[in-house]
């Protein structure tokens, strides 16, 4: 029986990903944003990279900057990607008409984020095939870890995107809206600069981001540094900022036009 139910809701959100998948790669602007920035934006922090006492950390080059790729894939090919979708399907009424169907809000939401969510994952898996052969970053210690935070944080980012399409108006300003989001994690997430670099204090304050737990997954599996307690620690708080923006979304996305 669970069956029988289960398939027309797999065809419904393979149909909905896959038109939503033909509109991403329609739009040029949001394709190369997607596709190409968090490739390209890593290079830029490089210089300080250079510049930091990683041994110490016991950290390298290749790890800092596979981190940092894969957190900019969470927050452009994902996060601010999203952002704009949301609100332009909201304001073309695609959201309005869908709901009308057999889809439900659930199944609306995730085949709207289906195709950016792979994008991530299928950036992540060549991020870390390149960063290890290109960059000497070695092989993960601990893959699981690393496998959970690339899952959780694709997922949080997905949630966020529709949190924060609830209080954008127009596609113009999701860039705007996306903004704090995407400068306070690329600088205290860990992903421009590590967060076993910055002072205690101050790491204890980052950590408590959205995407530092997903982050901080990522780079211990890869170094094999996190304790059990630092990696429940880190699984719990990614799971409680998905569950808030889940219940934010469903209190407050907003499916009708903000006119």
């Known amino acids: 029986m669970s069956t029988l139910v289960l398939a027309p809701a797999g065809r419904r959100l393979k149909a909905l990903a896959r038109a939503e998948l033909t509109l991403l790669v329609r739009n040029r602007g949001a394709l190369v944003t997607a596709l190409l920035v968090p490739l390209a934006l890593p290079f ?21 900057m596979l981190t940092a790729a894969i957190g900019f ?14 609100v332009a399907r909201r304001e073309e009424l695609v959201l ?11 199944e609306i939401l995730s085949g709207t984020a289906l195709p950016a969510v792979c994008v991530g994952l299928a950036q992540s898996l060549v991020l870390c095939v390149g960063c290890a052969v290109l960059l000497d970053a070695g092989t993960p210690r601990a893959p699981y870890l690393t496998v959970l935070g690339v899952l959780s944080g694709l997922v949080l980012c997905a949630a966020l995107a529709a949190l ?3 209080v954008t108006r127009t596609v113009e300003s999701a860039q705007i809206t996306a903004l704090p989001l995407v400068f306070v994690s ?4 860990g992903m421009a600069i590590p967060t076993e670099v910055l002072p205690d204090r101050l790491a204890s304050v980052c950590e408590l981001l959205p995407l530092s737990p ?45 006119r």
């Open 44 to 64: 830029s922090v490089r210089p300080a990279v250079d510049r930091m006492d990683l041994k110490a950390q016991g950290l390298n080059v290749g790890t800092v």
């Open 73 to 86: 894939s969470f927050l452009f090919a994902v996060y601010t990607s999203l952002v704009s979708a949301y």
């Open 96 to 106: 309005k008409r869908l709901r009308t169907g057999e889809l439900g809000d659930f």
């Open 164 to 166: 924060t399409a609830t």
């Open 186 to 189: 690329m600088l205290g997430s």
């Open 214 to 258: 997903a982050i901080r997954l990522v780079r211990g599996g890869w170094t094999g540094q996190l304790s059990g307690y630092e990696v429940l620690g880190a699984v719990a708080a990614t799971v409680a900022w998905t569950v808030l923006a889940v219940f934010a979304v469903r209190r407050w996305f907003r499916w009708e036009p903000r």
